[in-house]
């Protein structure tokens, strides 16, 4: 119970929220580059309320395969955007929430 207390008081939404705002801005010009809109009336410290982008989680190898995905290109693009994160921005947000 205390490790869970302790956790729950480390997580903050707003934090959250607002690297995720920044990470779209940075890849605002970037096409093949989504990233969900926050729902700030909707989100709290405690809360974070994202739009719904559809998708397919990048570990669901048959899935992509039958959907037509190129995988290898997804990958190509996983690394650049990485890099573009380091590199370019200055800002990694290392947390990405696929599919």
Not at 14 to 24: H, L, S
Not at 44 to 68: H, N
Request: positive net charge; charged residues 25%; proline residues 5%.
């Amino acid at each position: 119970a205390e490790c869970a207390s302790v956790l729950y008081n480390e997580i903050d939404y707003i934090k959250e929220g607002r690297n995720a705002d920044k990470f779209r801005r940075n890849f605002r010009d970037t096409a093949w580059v989504r990233t969900p809109i926050i729902h700030w009336e909707f989100s709290s410290t405690r809360v974070l309320t994202l739009e719904y982008l559809p998708g397919i989680k990048i570990t669901d190898m048959p899935r992509l395969q039958a959907a037509g995905v190129a995988t290898d290109l997804v990958a190509r693009r996983a690394t650049e955007a990485y890099l573009m994160q380091v590199l370019r921005h200055g800002f990694f947000h290392a947390d990405p929430h696929p599919g």
